[in-house]
């Protein structure tokens, strides 16, 4: 079982960078790949990106993708998610999420274990 922990949101204007972090617990974090996924008010749940319990692989949705960057530190039980040229589209909750699998997913049933999110807004 893991735990996870998100951190990094605020408020940003247009085309500001954030980080986010999460920070799992246990010591088998590198047995999961990770996903990011996000939700905005009366939107339904939407994968981000993912990465590989290695980090070899990532994947991104269209939406973020020559802008999201996914990376772990599987000796620090963290993964992160760096976040270029925001859009008041990206705002949303973000949440990190587990699954015991090689290769992440843009399933949510795929992903056991959620964090419990963190707000991101872009001003226009």
């Known amino acids: 079982q893991v735990q996870l922990v998100e951190s990094g949101g605020g408020l940003v204007q247009t085309g500001a960078s954030l980080r986010l972090s999460c920070a799992a617990s246990?010591?088998?974090?590198?047995?999961?790949?990770m996903g990011w996924f996000r939700q905005a008010p009366g939107k339904e749940r939407e994968f981000v990106a993912g990465?590989?319990?290695?980090?070899?692989?990532?994947l991104y949705s269209d939406s973020v993708k020559g802008r999201f960057t996914v990376s772990r530190d599987n000796a620090g039980n963290t993964v992160y998610l760096q976040m270029n040229s925001l859009k008041p589209e990206d705002a949303a909750v973000y949440y990190c999420?587990?699954?015991?699998?090689?290769?992440?997913?843009?399933?949510?049933?795929?992903?056991?274990?959620w964090g419990q999110g963190t707000q991101v807004t872009v001003s226009s």
């Open positions: 990465i590989s319990r290695s980090g070899g692989t990532t």
């Open positions: 246990g010591r088998t974090f590198s047995s999961y790949a």
């Open positions: 999420a587990a699954a015991s699998t090689v290769f992440s997913s843009r399933n949510t049933d795929a992903y056991a274990y």
